[in-house]
DNA sequence: TTTTACAAACCAACCGGTCGGTTTTATAAG
DNA sequence: CTTATAAAACCGACCGGTTGGTTTGTAAAA
């Protein structure tokens, strides 16, 4: 076989290794020799891919932010044209995978941080430029990123193991989040500019719909 | 020295190097030697009053609730004349409370969730009860769990160090998630069906608003 | 031949937990 | 108020097992 290819299936074959451990002993019971036994690959294999343990924390990062990244930048070519605030409900729509993903992913994050808190940095940096572009584009930037908060929340609380929520419940949540005719901003500023009338314009609610 | 003071200063003192090693160093690194050293204990002092780690890790957990829980008692009878939905109030003023603490209390959680996932059932079973009452009392269930969602993605979020907003920002947005007339519910969704393309729903601006 | 991918034995440091012993407090008889 | 005794709080050396990481060896690829 191919060396090159070789390398790219011991790499994989732990990083799985690594997240199934993660999801089903806790993050706390991650260790290279459970790497190791899990991947089938010997210890001394595992080192070679990684030099350290550091590094397959910072491998797993990166290898999950690439996979969001891939889903987010589908998802935003797929609603720019039609939706106000397309990087919000990308976002939202990340999230919601992330938190219904059937490989527990996210789970990564934790296990960097309770390895070395320090590697949180690269997630945060990169989540700093969505909020930017998040509050660019809304027309009330704080609600916009209250309903980013709001989703992340639902992550965050599942992937610790402390929702309350049952998974319809979730699953109800985050349609409600997606959808912009529930969050029209308030008439905070005196001259608040119409959402962008794209074929989702619709009718707005409130005023020209009402209910029975 | 009494000896049940004795012990209590003793116990106070290790939960209490127990949170600053975590805050410091993450919770990767509390070990009972570290808890030692830091308390100034010996070891020996440290397991004569926790039999195990887990038992520290439990009783730092239940002190962190038993704190909180504390705080939204007082908070609760402060407001439940005043507030439509005391109980959502009550909740969000006390996430806050958690996440602009001095000390970086609720780390408690990841510890624990490191160690041993399933010490997480204490606090999601408490946390059951108050979404219950907060759906009860809520004209609009579901938004009411969205911004109580909201408040927990902040606190979170800065609790794994990931949180890409400013420390005013974070004031502003949970200010604005207590702020009731910001949000206005909506009528039994009967029939919400949404997606992605805007065809939904119903906002009705309160007609059954009791403010003062 | 040289380099790369991997295996297996190995190592020092560290981990949670035990144990024998010392000091401090509690109880109570004289 | 002593004094004897037991009980609780505390110490620190120690133990078996684990951890992250290294070293040595080998077979396949380059």
């Given at each position: 076989?191919?060396?090159?290819?070789?390398?790219?299936?011991?790499?994989?074959?732990?990083?799985?290794?690594?997240?199934?451990?993660?999801?089903?002993?806790?993050?706390?019971?991650?260790?290279?020799?459970?790497?190791?036994?899990?991947?089938?690959?010997?210890?001394?294999?595992?080192?070679?891919?990684?030099?350290?343990k550091?590094?397959?924390?910072?491998?797993?990062?990166?290898?999950?932010?690439?996979?969001?990244?891939?889903?987010?930048?589908?998802?935003?070519?797929?609603?720019?044209?039609?939706s106000?605030?397309?990087?919000?409900?990308?976002?939202?729509?990340?999230?919601?995978?992330?938190?219904?993903?059937?490989?527990?992913?996210?789970?990564?994050?934790?296990?960097?941080?309770?390895?070395?808190?320090?590697?949180?940095?690269?997630?945060?940096?990169?989540e700093?430029?969505?909020?930017?572009?998040?509050?660019?584009?809304?027309a009330?930037?704080?609600?916009?990123?209250?309903?980013?908060?709001?989703?992340?929340?639902?992550?965050?609380?599942?992937?610790?193991?402390?929702?309350?929520?049952g998974?319809?419940?979730?699953?109800?949540?985050?349609?409600?989040?997606?959808?912009?005719d529930?969050?029209?901003?308030?008439?905070?500023?005196?001259?608040?500019?119409?959402?962008?009338?794209?074929?989702?314009?619709a009718?707005?609610?409130?005023?020209?719909?009402?209910?029975?």
């Open positions: 076989m191919d060396n090159a290819t070789r390398s790219e299936r011991s790499r994989k074959a732990a990083l799985e290794a690594a997240i199934r451990i993660i999801a089903r002993d806790g993050p706390g019971r991650l260790t290279l020799d459970a790497i190791a036994r899990e991947s089938g690959l010997s210890k001394g294999g595992v080192m070679h891919q990684f030099r350290t550091e590094a397959v924390l910072k491998a797993l990062l990166e290898r999950q932010m690439e996979h969001f990244e891939e889903f987010s930048t589908r998802y935003l070519a797929k609603v720019s044209a039609t106000a605030n397309p990087n919000l409900a990308t976002q939202l729509a990340t999230v919601r995978e992330a938190a219904t993903s059937p490989n527990s992913a996210a789970l990564a994050l934790v296990a960097a941080m309770v390895e070395n808190p320090d590697l949180m940095s690269l997630p945060r940096d990169r700093m430029k969505r909020v930017e572009a998040i509050k660019a584009e809304a009330d930037p704080e609600l916009a990123l209250l309903r980013w908060a709001a989703a992340r929340g639902l992550l965050l609380s599942s992937l610790l193991g402390m929702s309350p929520l998974k319809d419940e979730h699953q109800r949540l985050f349609a409600r989040l997606l959808d912009d529930q969050w029209r901003p308030l008439e905070k500023p005196a001259k608040v500019r119409a959402v962008k009338a794209g074929t989702t314009s009718a707005k609610a409130g005023t020209a719909r009402k209910r029975a």
